[in-house]
């Protein structure tokens, strides 16, 4: 069994940052491909990025390209996503998850463990 652990969340304003961390434990964390998704009031959980086992090979929904960085440290059992230049439409509850996949997920249903999530809201 693994158990995923947010924390960073927080209220910020228009234009600051964010550094969120998923703890893993369990397990062990190279076995995981991990990923952070989010999901807003009233809307669908969406992906937010991903990472391989190695960290080698990320993926980016579009609408963080750029203003978004994920990563994970093998060595603390640790994936953090960075957010810089956050906006209102940021505001959401984000969830790490982690998929046996190892490789980057194709998609959602390919995660076997989620977190309980962290809030981030973004004021204007």
């Known amino acids: 069994q693994v158990q995923l652990v947010e924390s960073g969340g927080g209220m910020v304003q228009a234009g600051g940052s964010l550094r969120l961390s998923c703890a893993h434990s369990?397990?062990?964390?190279?076995?995981?491909?991990m990923g952070w998704f989010r999901q807003a009031p009233g809307k669908q959980r969406e992906t937010v990025a991903a990472?391989?086992?190695?960290?080698?090979?990320?993926f980016y929904a579009p609408f963080v390209k750029g203003r978004f960085t994920i990563s994970r440290d093998n060595a603390k059992n640790t994936a953090s996503l960075q957010m810089n230049s956050l906006n209102a439409e940021d505001t959401a509850v984000y969830y790490c998850?982690?998929?046996?996949?190892?490789?980057?997920?194709?998609?959602?249903?390919?995660?076997?463990?989620w977190g309980q999530g962290t809030q981030v809201i973004v004021s204007s």
């Open positions: 369990g397990r062990p964390f190279t076995r995981y491909a």
């Open positions: 990472i391989d086992w190695s960290g080698q090979s990320t």
């Open positions: 998850a982690a998929s046996s996949k190892r490789v980057v997920p194709a998609g959602e249903r390919e995660y076997d463990y």
